[in-house]
């Protein structure tokens, strides 16, 4: 299985803040490479496709880059609503995996 | 509207079945693989299997094979997860979710509600 590495595992900020997250994968993945968000009780939310493809409705402060094994997710200026859990996920192989996530909290 | 809804919460005993259940709607539910991902507290999802109504091909993660038994009914829009003997370390929850290529980069666009289930003494 591939392995996928999140990091940090948690951050606090403000908003407005600009916030990058890391996603290293145990072996080359090319751009098969998704985000999704989580808020508490709610399912995941597809954010980002194929490493740096941005989802119709996602907001543009958020985007995506990377290629190979490693891959960041960016918001460019934090909004409330933005304060949840993170995950990445590759489609390079089966069985899929997602990292571990990262949760962003309010400082 | 396209949305997956899931059978509701589960509270079961060590060594019981269950068959928990997700149902489409809005979009043409035989022509999307439809897949299970178990989220566990503080960790991160797993990708449990997939399947394809049209045919029900489906494909399992070697971690969950021979563990659960993903199946559809496509005349009821239905894609069902069960377990023959549940076990404590499968309390979580279940997330049905519809899978979609864009560029051959396969990403989940569309999840059920979730279903807790609960295994317990």
């Known amino acids: 299985d591939i392995q996928m590495t999140q990091s940090p595992s948690s951050l606090s900020a403000s908003v407005g803040d600009r916030v990058t997250i890391t996603c290293r994968t145990s072996q080359s993945i090319s751009n098969y490479l998704n985000w999704y968000q989580q808020k508490p009780g709610k399912a995941p939310r597809l954010l980002i496709s194929v490493a740096s493809s941005l989802q119709s409705g996602v907001p543009s402060r958020f985007s995506g880059s990377g290629s190979g094994t490693d891959f960041t997710l960016t918001i460019s200026s934090l909004q409330p609503e933005d304060f949840a859990t993170y995950y990445c996920q590759q489609s390079y192989s089966t069985p899929w995996t997602f990292g571990q996530g990262t949760k962003v909290e309010i400082k | 509207e396209e949305q997956l809804v899931q059978s509701g919460a589960e509270v079961k005993k060590p060594g019981e079945s269950l068959k928990i259940s997700c149902k489409g709607s809005?979009?043409?539910?035989?022509?999307?693989?439809i897949g299970w991902v178990r989220h566990m507290p503080g960790k991160g999802p797993e990708w449990m299997g997939i399947?394809?109504?049209?045919?029900?091909?489906?494909k399992y993660s070697p971690s969950f094979q021979g563990q659960v038994t993903i199946s559809a009914d496509k005349s009821k829009n239905t894609v069902y997860l069960q377990w023959s003997s549940l076990k404590t370390s499968d309390t979580a929850m279940y997330y049905c979710?519809?899978?979609?290529?864009?560029?051959?980069?396969?990403?989940?666009?569309?999840w059920g509600q979730g279903t807790p289930v609960t295994v317990s003494s």
């Open positions: 399947i394809y109504p049209g045919d029900s091909d489906t």
């Open positions: 979710a519809r899978h979609r290529a864009i560029f051959a980069v396969v990403s989940i666009d569309l």
């Open positions: 809005g979009y043409s539910f035989s022509t999307y693989w």
